[in-house]
Nanobody
Framework: QVQLVESGGGSVQAGGSLRLSCVAS????????VGWFRQTPGKEREGVAS????????VYDDSVKGRFAISQDNAENTVYLQMNGLKPEDNAMYYC????????????????????????WGQGTQVTVSS
């Protein structure tokens, strides 16, 4: 079984930065794909970024390209999401999710469109951006 614990959320002004952390436990092969997702009330959960643990290939949603960066520290079993240039539209609960690569690895990275295929989820961390 895989467990994920997020931290690092908070309140910042527009233009500010935050770094989210996701500490994972459990068999590495069950968390080859790790993604960050976000959700606001009344809206579906959406993919933000993903990283494939075996080769560090990354995928970003167009809305965060050039502003957010996902990275991993395998020695610490931690995946980070560095968020710069935050905008009010980035307000959301952010979730870390993990899953085996089967069904998610596209050859270029782990798909973030298939939210329901990620098997393991953290409890979420709130990001609030004020204008």
């Amino acid at each position: 079984q895989v467990q994920l614990v997020e931290s690092g959320g908070g309140s910042v002004q527009a233009g500010g930065s935050l770094r989210l952390s996701c500490v994972a436990s459990g068999p590495p092969y069950m968390r080859s794909c790790v993604g960050w997702f976000r959700q606001t009330p009344g809206k579906e959960r959406e993919g933000v970024a993903s990283i494939y643990s075996e080769n560090s290939h990354v995928v970003y949603d167009d809305s965060v390209k050039g502003r957010f960066a996902i990275s991993q520290d395998n020695a610490e079993n931690t995946v980070y999401l560095q968020m710069n240039g935050l905008k009010p539209e980035d307000n959301a609960m952010y979730y870390c999710a993990a899953s085996p690569g089967v069904g998610l690895w596209s050859g270029d990275g782990c798909l973030i469109d298939y939210v329901g295929k990620y098997r393991f989820w953290g409890q979420g961390t709130q990001v609030t951006v004020s204008s």
